[in-house]
Every structure is written in C-alpha cells, then in structure tokens.
C-alpha cells in the first residue's frame, strides 16, 4: 500500500512540475515581420508571376501560379490589375494609379516600362511595385534581381535607374532620379 501512494504521490509530483510550465508566462500576440511568401523547390522551374503589392511599411513579393514561365511583360499588366480576392484578404493593396495602357520593354539586364500616366508623381511605393515585379520576373541576361536597372516613362517624365535593392538604400548606390523625356 505504501509503495502506491508513493507511486502515487511522484506522479502527482511529476504533473503538478509539468503543468508549472518551467516559469513561462504568456503573452499577447507580437507582430514581427512580414508573411511568408513560401519557397521555391530546388530544381523545379518557376512557373510564378512574382508581383510586389503595397503592405503597411513597404512593399512585397506575392507569388501567383502561372502555366508557363513568366517575363517582366507578362508581369507588369498583372500588376496594374491590382490584388486578386485572397491577397486583398491578407492585407495587400497597390498604389499604383489606373492607366490606360502599359508598355514593357526588355534587353539584356534592363526593362522600359511605359505607362499612360506621369511617372513623376508615382509615390515611392507604386515606383517599387513596378520596378521590383518587373526585375523579378524573367529578364533577359540572368543578371540578380537587385542589379536589373529599371526606368519608368510616362507623362512627359521618366525616372531611371531604379533597381529594386533600392527598397533598402545602400552607400553606394545612386537614388532615383527624375528627368524630362527628351
């Protein structure tokens, strides 16, 4: 009888250590980061259009499936449709205005994007959700996202150079410059 209330009482010992929880107390809910976008398998081609959508603090990269590989062409008209149902869901939005038409130029590591509107007022936001949607998704000359030069023209304007690293200004760097178009 001895030897099961001992048995017993270790166990009730044992639960009781447990449910102290080692001296952790709970929390709110912190928000840190941005979601996840999800990964790429090794070796399986990229059949995504990536598109950078507006999310408080900044812009990111939402992955759609698409049947075949995707080009900066494909992409940018997908841009400008806006967020599909879901990813307005989870938050996301575009800055960019409604335009009437968009033309999209590649060449080796640069893309021309040419819009119906003044790229001179673009915010800064809109400005990377096309430059980095459109360095991100097929380029000609394999060059990294971060170094495929980008320019808007539109409205008389352009902005050239950009490249999408400059979400993240780096010494070094040029910054955004406007021009008018010659």
Known sequence: MRIRRAAAAATLFGLLTALAGCGIEPTEVIDVGYPATG????????????????????VVPVSRPAGDA????????LLLKGPNEPERLRGYYSEL????????????D???????TDVSRLTRTARNQLVCTAAH?????????????VSLVGGGKSVTDQVCASLFPQPGRPGP??????
């Open 110 to 116: 640069r893309v021309v994007i040419r819009l119906g």
């Open 177 to 182: 410059s406007v021009s008018p178009v010659p």
């Open 39 to 58: 990964a790429k398998r090794p070796g399986v081609p990229a059949t995504q259009a990536v598109l950078y959508f507006a999310y408080p603090g900044g």
């Open 97 to 108: 205005p409604k335009v009437g038409g968009v033309d999209v130029i590649t060449s080796t």
């Open 70 to 77: 995707v080009s900066a062409e494909d992409a940018v008209p």
């Open 137 to 149: 998704n097929g380029v000609p000359g394999k060059l990294p996202a971060d170094e495929v030069k």
